[in-house]
């Protein structure tokens, strides 16, 4: 702690770096030209920023980075072939393209495509870049706002002259929508209507109320820019339209980074940049960015260069770096099997000497997975690459480690330390404390009894950030940076290997034997140490000689779980002396080489057969704890051999951890140390008596102290409550504190969360009065267990905080579980798979018991809040991937992708759901398929969403049918042929959830009446042991809407506030059947009744006349269709005629959905006149029934519904004929048809947006198709698309384009997305942006016709 007067002499900048405590920078002074030189480092994270300070070139010079990769595929780009006349080509986008003069295309073919910025940006840049478009697009928008408020204002003031004023300011104005306000509203004074203020007033209205539509419902998709693509000759090259501009004129073409170091700017004001990949013979583009900062900050501790501040270096300043980005941008930059996958590949190709993953998840098995094994087999064992990863942040309890580095052989699994020196500079403590772990680093072992973490390594730096962070250095910690430390360590181990030993072979093995041999001990678990680089590099040197250093030691424990150490956890575990049979077994590096020859008797077979054969240790066995015995020597050659060990932890402490090895010394070079080791963990628990509490007594902690116990959770047990006392008058003499509360339970071939809580909290903080006594203060944490595992309780006062603490602990333990044939269950835990009743059972009985205590506040309730689907494919795809970046490493051979596609239906707005698929998701590395995808793209085919293997809620913002798209990737078609058909599970959250009602007698289910003098359980207690029924009322539950039969109501069952919950599950029922409306008999009639015959006779003709009238319809030829007309109308009634007119209408109008005047729609002059004339007959022919539609809305004679249903057909066909005349005639006044026009379409002209071509309809037409409209919408929903759509261009006719556009936002806000209505859809998009263009609101019409690509694009999305 510096003098309180006078400050330090210099900054402690050694400690922004740390390399002093791991020898790895006196190694580079001593050694200076093996600081990394010759070495590349891969680095799997979320890709290095090609801006960052540092990352720019080697300590020789040489570029840093070799590459930079996608491996993610999130940021490729589709291309398709267009062809470009003088130097223009229309981009993906709809863009004109001006394309660069001097760019030399020697095919002339070119390739575009179009990529969302959004796509391409980490989540903080996105915000950033969407925050300052959305300020310059709103500040534009309220411009135009503005100008319609003040004419709106000049109109109501009745004042003409003030309209010469609002049109004198909005010539000043800034933007062009303001000028042109004034003149768009004056179209309405040309109209002929008398009262012209009034319209003028009406469409002023409805333009304020269209922008504060537009206004509110705008959100930034963000641009979509343009790429093209091109060969020059040599080298494939692409340019970026990053200014939306169209102009590439003066743009340069840059190629791919590992041929031409080329960068490009893609956020000029975020100092964001970019590099490109090619693939597919140049169909994909790869824009290569960042997801995050994360893989800068990492590769700026493991290789940084800083030329002008030396100190500011990475450990191994000297190794280039390989850049492979496996976070995707689509999920938030988490890891994918894809971009695993595909960033092993690239390890193997570039020839990555070590590789650095700071990256991992907790898994439900440790050591398995394809991707796990492929790395172990393949990347370091066949081909020598070293293979570091961090341990994990989810410390500090046991087995707390993660997938891969922490769980996984072959890799190097490293800790996070912390020292004087970065405590120095890095935090600012004014008094720091012992070196030590990180709090929060994860710890051994695995829960297979493997070590868990390896070695140690500084766990924080200050180093190289994002040039878009606006920091050139910043401080980050975690094993992530532990990680990268111990890995430049091995570069620099490398570096020394090939320069000093020339063509030796080096395997990652020997590498890391020496890091874990010479490691300084700082007393954790099973001796992992802090690195130590130039003690590992004289290791390396004294036994470069030692054939057996370039082995590594593969162990099996041979009990239920072929463990790789020994773990007693659970207390029947270390009741008595186990005996256990270990296999130890070399395995010996091979070579790519010797896989690729083709001769039995190649020579580098023949050496690794030598080196095999040639395989003898003559090992010495040592117990480092009495309480294990083992032999005293073992002979192993290449294939290994067996022992016995004896693990008697009978007499251990309980409630505390043992931990012992069994190391294995070759007899010829004790000194040497182990060879390999064997950890041996006890965590022998607490017994809880049958007060079913347990007092762990007082806890004494002193700065970075760790406390563990171990605690047996009584069977039947649900829910532990950790109790914290700590004396106020204690802390008082002391600091403050933050403590971490760790408790965890593990359970076989399941994540260590399920059973996990980690909880900060600050003792000292807090003054509770307690009567009588000195002050308390007192902390309760629960958590959810299950009976019969072990629970750790970990306490732990954080690594930084001062002073010393007491603290009580004490756990209590509660529960309820369903009871299994008059007991609980066998395993004492609640129910894995949950408690699931079916609604086709009046009610429902669960018993349940109180095992552990007697538990009060007993108040059962069932709630439940999801509705579960199951959906089948509708398709499914298997096809081979391509082999440039998607092949197998064990096998060389193409992976296989099965696609497979789901249809969802929303039926309300903001609906939240989960998607699940059990036999492949919720997994990563220990998955055995090579990846899980899954993306939801809507109707239009708009990428919505994308979702990987841990499934999370997601928010399906539009109602509608939405196609769920799910990919599957394996090496073998076969293994992906069984899931062709299999089920994803849908859980929709419900809009309100459902309570079932609960009992305790079944009579109380159906009737209050029941006898209160009968002996039945009341509830609110249950003795410890009692066993109580419970009825569930099944058939009166309120299934939503929604639920079909067989779906799955899903929710939780509370018994008690002190237990914990239960999944429960609700199968829907058959729903009740209807019984159908009884109807009187009609009296009899009088007539004489048809014969047989004549009924055939007149059911003959009439099916014969239906034939007629749908082919009026079907015809194609003009003449046939008036012939039918003409004689089916010779001898018919007046509903029969209303029939065939209005079969002749639709043929006429064919198409309803298109907008009136557009070619799709087909109307001429002359069949929209005969239209309307055709429609007047059908009207006059069906009004008068339709009227009568409403005096039988309650019909119940026979007589009565035949005429309820003759009204209801009569309105329909009323209905239609007005739509299609008002279609005709907006036809007709839109002025877009021609008088003389033939009866085809070839006169159809398009519609540009202006007023130049348009001519006045008459007026008679317009009051004719005013009248019209209104009585249509009189029978019809004004909401109802093809009523829009016929109705807006009649204030299209009045110039109110504002009152047209009206109907047609609110129909595309609330309209459902479906394959169904996509052609209405289409035609109101056309229409809004052509009632857009009449107004002129350029700012409005460019957005959306920007948006069009992505809101509807051509194809769906590549997963």
């Known amino acids: 702690m510096a003098n309180k007067t006078t400050p330090r002499q210099e900054f402690p900048t050694h400690g922004l770096m740390p390399r002093g405590e791991t020898q790895a920078a006196e190694f580079v002074r001593k050694y200076p030209q093996y600081d990394g030189r010759g070495v590349v480092a891969a680095v799997l994270d979320t890709g290095i920023d090609p801006g960052a300070k540092g990352l720019q070139v080697t300590s020789e010079g040489k570029r840093k980075v070799v590459d930079y990769i996608d491996c993610t595929g999130s940021g490729d780009v589709e291309l398709s072939d267009v062809c470009a006349e003088e130097l223009t080509l229309k981009g993906a986008s709809g863009r004109t393209l001006r394309l660069n003069a001097e760019w030399k295309n020697p095919t002339g073919e070119w390739r575009v495509g179009a990529k969302r910025l959004s796509r391409l940006l980490p989540g903080e840049v996105w915000m950033s870049v969407s925050a300052e478009r959305s300020q310059r697009f709103r500040k534009n928008a309220q411009q135009l706002t503005d100008a319609v408020l003040a004419k709106k204002g000049a109109v109501q003031d009745k004042d003409q002259g003030k309209l010469s004023e609002v049109s004198k300011v909005s010539e000043v104005s800034k933007v062009s929508e303001v000028s042109k306000v004034s003149e768009i509203s004056a179209k309405s004074i040309k109209t002929k209507d008398s009262d012209t203020s009034k319209n003028l007033t009406e469409e002023l209205d409805a333009q304020v109320d269209v922008l504060k539509t537009l206004n509110g419902a705008y959100a930034d998709l963000g641009p979509l820019l343009d790429c093209v693509v091109f060969h020059d000759g040599e080298q494939w090259r692409a340019a970026i339209d990053v200014d939306e501009s169209g102009d590439l004129s003066a743009a340069a073409a840059l190629g791919a980074y590992k041929h031409t170091s080329d960068v490009g700017e893609l956020c000029k004001r975020q100092l964001f940049y970019y590099t490109l990949n090619f693939y597919d013979e140049g169909r994909t583009l790869s824009i290569v960015t960042c997801a995050g900062s994360h893989s ?46 595909r960033a092993v590949n690239a390890i193997v190709e570039y020839g990555a000497d070590v590789a650095n993953m700071s990256y991992g998840e907790p898994s439900s098995s440790p050591n398995v997975g394809q991707w796990v094994q492929t790395v172990a087999q393949e990347v370091v064992r066949r081909h020598g690459c070293v293979f570091v990863s961090s341990a994990g942040n989810e410390g500090p309890a046991l087995s707390s480690t993660g997938s891969p580095g922490g769980t996984s052989d072959g890799f190097i699994g490293v800790g996070a330390h912390v020292g004087y020196d970065q405590m120095l500079a890095e935090y600012a403590m004014y008094e720091t404390v012992g070196d030590t772990v990180f709090t929060w680093s994860s710890r051994g072992p695995t829960p297979d009894g493997d070590r868990g973490v390896d070695v140690y390594a500084p766990g924080s730096a200050i180093t190289s950030f994002p040039a878009y962070c606006k920091e050139r250095l910043c401080l980050r ?34 590498v890391k034997n020496a890091i874990v041999s010479t490691a300084k001990p700082i007393g954790e678990l099973h001796g992992a140490g802090m690195v130590q680089t130039d003690s590992a590099w004289q290791f390396l040197k004294r036994y470069a000689a030692r054939a057996a250093e370039q082995v590594s030691w593969r162990t099996h424990v041979d009990d239920s779980r072929r463990a790789r150490g020994i773990y007693l956890r659970n207390a029947e575990e270390s009741a008595h002396a186990r005996f256990f049979n270990v296999s130890v077994v070399p395995v010996f590096p091979t070579s790519e080489k010797a896989r690729l020859e083709h001769d039995s008797d190649g020579e580098n077979g023949r050496l690794e057969s030598q080196a095999q054969f040639d395989f003898e240790q003559r090992l010495l066995l040592v117990a480092t704890e009495s309480w294990v015995s083992v032999p005293d020597a073992l002979y192993v050659a290449s294939q290994g051999n067996k022992f016995a060990a004896r693990v008697d932890a009978t007499k251990l402490q309980a409630g505390r951890l043992h931990t012992a090895s069994i190391d294995a010394y070759d007899s010829t070079d004790v000194d040497r140390g182990p060879v390999f080791s064997i950890p041996v963990t006890v965590t022998k628990p607490l017994h809880v008596d049958a007060s079913a509490c347990v007092d762990l007594g007082t806890l004494q902690f002193r700065p970075t102290e760790i406390v563990r116990r171990f605690v047996a959770v009584p069977p039947g047990a649900t829910r532990a409550h950790i109790v914290l006392r700590a004396s106020n008058a204690a802390a008082l003499e002391s600091s403050p504190a933050l403590f971490y509360l760790h408790c965890m339970q593990l359970e076989p071939a399941t994540r260590f969360r399920k059973f996990f809580m980690r909880e900060r909290v600050s003792i000292g903080h807090k003054s509770y009065a307690a009567g009588g006594g000195s002050a308390e203060q007192k902390e309760t944490k629960t958590m959810d267990v299950i009976g019969g595992a072990t629970l750790e309780v970990c306490l732990a006062q954080f690594w930084n905080q001062l002073g010393a603490h007491d603290i009580d602990v004490r756990v209590e333990f509660n529960g309820i579980v369903p009871a299994n044939g008059g007991g609980a269950l066998a395993e004492g835990g609640p129910l894995r798979a949950g408690i699931t009743v079916h609604g086709s059972n009046a009610v429902a009985r669960l018993d349940f018991i109180a095992p552990v205590r007697p538990e009060y506040d007993v108040s059962p309730s069932i709630v ?80 919505l969403i994308s979702q990987i293997s841990y499934t999370s809620p997601l928010l399906i913002k539009q109602c509608g049918e939405s196609l769920v798209r799910v990919q599957i990737r394996h090496r073998s078609a076969k293994d992906l042929e069984a899931l062709k058909d299999i089920p994803l599970l849908v859980d929709v959250v419900l809009k ?97 009744p048809e014969s047989k015959e004549e009924q055939d006779q007149r059911e003959m003709n009439e099916a014969l006349r239906r034939v007629r009238v749908d082919w009026v319809k079907k015809s194609r030829d003009d003449g046939v269709r008036t012939r039918l007309v003409t004689d089916l109308l010779a001898n018919s009634n007046d509903e029969q005629r209303a029939e065939v007119l209005a079969a002749q209408l639709s043929a006429l109008d064919a198409t309803s959905s298109a907008l009136p005047w557009s070619e799709a729609a087909c109307l001429t002059a002359a069949s929209a006149r005969r239209a309307v004339g055709i429609a007047d007959s059908v009207i006059e022919l069906t009004r008068t029934q339709a009227l009568t539609a409403r005096l039988y809305e309650k019909a119940q004679t026979d007589d009565e519904k035949t005429l309820k249903k003759q009204a209801e057909l009569a309105r329909t066909q009323l209905i239609a004929a007005l739509t299609t005349k008002c279609r005709a005639l907006a036809a007709l006044t839109h002025g877009s048809v021609s008088a003389t026009a033939s009866e085809t379409c070839a006169d159809y002209v398009e519609v540009d947006g202006s007023d130049n071509d348009e001519t006045d309809a008459s007026e008679q037409t317009v009051q004719e198709y005013e009248r019209a409209a209104a009585e249509l919408r009189q029978w019809a929903a004004a909401d109802d698309v093809s009523v829009v759509i016929a109705t807006a261009p009649l204030h299209m006719a009045r110039h109110q384009y504002a009152r047209a556009l009206q109907p047609v936002l609110a129909w595309l806000a609330k309209a459902p997305m479906k394959p169904a209505n996509a052609a209405e859809r289409r035609s109101m998009v056309e229409l809004r942006n052509q009632l857009l263009a009449k107004l002129q609101w350029t700012i409005w019409s460019a957005h959306f016709r920007a948006i069009a690509p992505i809101e509807s694009p051509a194809t769906y999305e590549r997963l």
């Open 477 to 510: 910690n975690g094993t992530s940076m532990s990680s990268p430390n111990l890995c430049g360590v091995a570069a620099l181990l490398v570096s020394a290997w090939k320069q000093e030993m020339g063509g030796a072979s080096l395997s990652p093995y020997r």
């Open 296 to 341: 800068t900050h990492v590769a700026g501790i493991l290789a940084a260069h800083h030329p002008e501040e030396p100190q500011n270096d990475g450990v191994a300043p000297g190794a280039q770096l390989l850049s492979l980005m496996i976070g995707d941008h689509r999920v938030g930059s988490m890891e994918t099997g894809v971009g695993l996958t």
């Open 992 to 1088: 309100s959830s459902i309570r079932l009602t609960t009992k305790f007698d079944m009579a109380s289910i159906f009737t209050s009446t029941v006898n209160s003098s009968a002996a039945v359980y009341r509830g609110g207690f249950i003795a410890k042991g009692s066993r109580i029924p419970l009825f569930i009322d099944t058939i009166g539950a309120a299934v939503p809407s929604e639920a079909a039969p067989g779906d799955v109501l899903v929710g939780k069952l509370t018994m008690s506030r002190h237990t914990a919950n239960f999944d429960f599950e609700y199968v829907v029922p058959a729903k009740s059947i209807k019984k159908p409306e009884e109807s009187t008999p009609a009296a009899p009639k009088t007539d004489k």
């Open 864 to 943: 439940l809040t999801k509705a579960r689907k199951t959906l089948r494919p509708h398709e499914a795809v298997i096809s081979p991937l391509g082999a440039e970046r998607d092949t197998h490493l064990a096998t060389g051979s193409a992976l296989y992708k099965l696609e497979l596609d789901y249809r969802l239906e929303t039926t309300r707005e903001e609906t939240q759901l989960c998607l699940h698929m059990p036999a492949v998701d919720t997994q990563i590395y220990e998955n055995w398929a090579d990846n899980f995808a899954l993306a939801i793209f809507d109707a239009n085919k708009r990428y």
